[in-house]
T-cell receptor
């Protein structure tokens, strides 16, 4: 069964609004979660590493104020796309790993900004 | 830095044909290697992995062997099915904390 769950799977919002995406680890404690963005016909781009109880680590070129990440507990990380615009429309995927070394992904969230 | 290069798609095959999707990597250390699969409209699922040289990962009829001498981890399947149609991603992890993905290869299997 799924070990990482993401919600919502699809969201449509108006330009200028903020959208929150949740990522939960279902059967293990995740001190670290990863947020990826997938562009059409492209690979996954790591946006940031979410660390429980501390600030997220953002990859170069990713706006911290635009993509707010909160990892308040060992089972939940959230990504908030603030003041969303059409260019933020994308497929966002979270992932987390166990000590076995592999990364488990959520189902993904497709954001459409009108 | 670390990176993964995989063959561009799409790859179109008839059912029961043989599949090979090439993947090569560049890494400074001794990475673990993975193949992930993404079915339409879904997230990524781990297909198989190998953690050291000469290891062979296998799952659902797919196989890939960790070749250190050629820095490769090609995905193979002897007889594909329509249900194998998906996008396949090769990935490496230098440590537990960071994964690098290839650009993905779309596989279309026709009945």
């Amino acid at each position: 069964g799924a070990v990482v769950s993401q919600h919502p799977s699809r969201v449509i919002c108006k330009s200028g609004t903020s959208v929150k995406i949740e990522c939960r680890s279902l059967d293990f404690q995740a001190t670290t979660m990863f947020w990826y963005r997938q562009f059409p016909k492209k690979s996954l781009m790591l946006m940031a590493t979410s660390n429980e109880g501390s600030k997220a680590t953002y990859e170069q070129g990713v706006e911290k104020d635009k993509f707010l990440i909160n990892h308040a507990s060992l089972t939940l990380s959230t990504l908030t796309v603030t003041s969303a615009h059409p260019e933020d429309s994308s497929f966002y995927i979270c992932g987390s790993g166990r000590t076995s070394g592999e990364l488990f992904f959520g189902e993904g969230s497709r954001l459409t900004v009108l | 830095g670390d990176s993964v290069t995989q063959m561009e798609g799409p790859v179109t095959l008839s059912e029961e044909a043989c599949l090979t999707i090439n993947c090569t990597y560049t890494a400074t250390g001794y990475p673990s290697l993975f193949w992930y699969v993404q079915y339409p409209g879904e997230g990524l699922q781990l297909l198989l992995k190998a953690t050291k040289a000469d290891d062979k990962g296998s799952n659902k009829g797919f196989e890939a062997t960790y070749r250190k001498e050629t820095t490769s981890f090609h995905l193979e399947k002897g007889s594909v099915q329509v249900s194998d149609s998906a996008v396949y991603f090769c990935a490496l992890s230098d440590d537990f904390n960071k994964f690098y993905f290839g650009s993905g290869t779309k596989l279309n299997v026709k009945p």
